[in-house]
């Protein structure tokens, strides 16, 4: 089972009105718990040690065959932007540029870059995950507002790597 058919799940779960919902494989076990009211989701995963290397392995597999078709889609945004990096979200989630309300934002327009620089973080399932820099360079532009739903390979930040 990939992220897109756990995704599924969840959203048909969340829309047929049901509470809870266990669904058990040979490999894993997914328990998904929502509210009353169907706006929040809990998902937990439990996956068996001696399965675990079968899903390592087939994920890859999945993330190369999405980002294939991808790259035809950015070439001609490319064409427009050539002398720039796109930094592209690695995953579904919510794209954040500060790492809480009340503190400054990771990078702004003009800003001077490293690699391994943190440029916003992306929470997915209640989890937040930094988003590094594989470029230096300056940010030319921010693509995403913040607090912005993204999606896998969406286009974040544009940076100039000169």
């Known amino acids: 089972m990939d992220i897109r058919e756990i995704q599924n799940l ?11 919902v266990k669904l058990e494989m040979d490999d894993f076990k997914i328990t998904i718990k929502t509210t009353a009211e169907g706006t929040e989701s809990t998902t937990t995963y ?8 079968a899903p390592q392995v ?9 980002a294939a078709p991808a790259a035809p889609a950015a070439a001609p945004a490319a064409d427009d932007n050539s002398k720039y990096v796109t930094v592209k979200s690695p995953i579904i989630g919510t794209f954040y540029r500060k790492p809480a309300p009340d503190k400054p934002m990771f990078v702004e327009v003009g800003s001077t870059i490293g690699k391994g620089d943190v440029l916003c973080v992306i929470e997915a399932m209640k989890l937040f995950n930094e988003i590094e820099s594989e470029v230096s360079g300056k940010i030319v532009k921010v693509l995403v507002d913040d607090a912005s739903p993204v999606e896998f390979d969406q286009p974040l930040f544009l940076v100039d790597p000169s």
């Open 10 to 20: 969840i959203k048909f779960v969340a829309k047929s009105g049901a509470t809870e």
């Open 46 to 53: 439990v996956q068996h040690m001696p399965m675990a290397a």
């Open 58 to 66: 087939a994920a890859p597999q999945v993330v190369a065959n999405a």
